[in-house]
């Protein structure tokens, strides 16, 4: 079981920037999926974006053209960067994973605040 600690979260304006990291305890390799998901007061958590391994990918719509996903499997991390950033995408984002016989981690959440 990979450990998943996401950092980054924070208070910007409408329009700024983020990037968000989730930070893996051991090889994202151990993973055979990993996504990034938000879960806003009120709501469903849901998912933003996805990534798996010789397989299918997953943006949402409301992420096209603003959000990206990537990882980096040196240094065992999975990013989200956000651009254009709208009050909407308040939310605790969280980084999961899926492992190869199907055991899944997530990490703690890191809150993303957007107001003027």
């Known amino acids: 079981q990979v450990q998943l600690v996401e950092s980054g979260g924070g208070l910007v304006q409408p329009g700024g920037s983020l990037r968000l990291s989730c930070a893996a305890s051991?090889?994202?390799?151990?993973?055979?999926?990993m996504a990034w998901y938000r879960q806003a007061p009120g709501k469903e958590r849901e998912l933003v974006a996805n990534f798996n391994r010789g397989g299918t990918t997953f943006k949402a719509d409301f992420a096209k053209g603003r959000f990206s996903i990537s990882t980096d499997n040196g240094e065992n991390t999975m990013s989200l960067q956000m651009n254009s950033l709208k009050p909407e995408d308040t939310a605790v984002y969280y980084c999961n994973g899926v492992g190869w016989t199907g055991w899944s981690s997530w990490g703690q959440g890191t809150q993303v605040t957007v107001s003027s």
């Open positions: 051991g090889s994202i390799l151990s993973f055979k999926a």
